[in-house]
């Protein structure tokens, strides 16, 4: 899943107003922002095979430390954890926390049957991603409805705040058109590559958040 991770970061603006987006994001895409670095070392493992499922040429062989249930129960604890001692807020905490955890749900719907629960087995997904027009309801539908949160929960403090998160939208919009109508990628190290690139959506979420303040219009 891509754009649900994105989705569900900011749905939850409403449920954690003082953190920022850019937290929230990193929280719900941070298995995603740790893996590209453990593929390019070798440590897991992904195969580029088209055909796999119909939305994605990528086989997932080996990937239990970011992508397996228990490590990801220990990842979300250690955020939330890590949060709490940066801010002393609580609530924000559970909140990050459970971003870190949405995102191994919400790759349970869409993977086939390769998300390990523990190291090696047992695998589990519901594939989803073998039907194009199911993944595109969902991944939208969970996307378009955080925007709404999103947009529900803060208004532009001024043009970069309104224009930034636009344009934000757009990106995303467009990286998820070209993955699907796109040829698959020429080797795993440049999946790898590419996906470091997902920290710059981090840093760009962070940059809209400080240009957007709660409330349900901007201020005078």
Known sequence: MFLGHFGA????????PRASLGTLVAAALFLDLVWPALV????ERVRIDPGNTAVTPLDFEHYPVTHGLV??????????AVYAWRTGWRRGAVVAGALVASHWVLDL???RPDLPVVWSGPKVGLG???????????????????????ARATAPR????????AGFVALLLGIYAANLLGPPPPSA????AAGLGLWLFVLWAAWIDRHRTSGTAAPA
């Not at 390019?40 to 440590?43: D, F, S």
């Not at 039907?131 to 595109?136: E, G, I």
């Not at 001024?158 to 998160?165: P, T």
């Not at 190290?189 to 790898?192: E, F, S």
């Open 9 to 16: 970061a900011l749905a939850a603006k409403p449920l954690a």
């Open 40 to 43: 390019l070392v070798g440590v």
């Open 71 to 80: 490590a990801v129960v220990a990842w979300a604890v250690a955020f939330g």
């Open 109 to 111: 719907v869409v993977h």
């Open 128 to 150: 989803l991603w073998r039907s194009v027009p199911a993944t595109l309801a969902v991944e939208l539908a969970v996307f378009v409805g955080g925007l709404l949160l999103y």
């Open 158 to 165: 001024d043009a970069v705040g309104r224009y930034a998160l």
């Open 189 to 192: 190290r440049a999946v790898g």
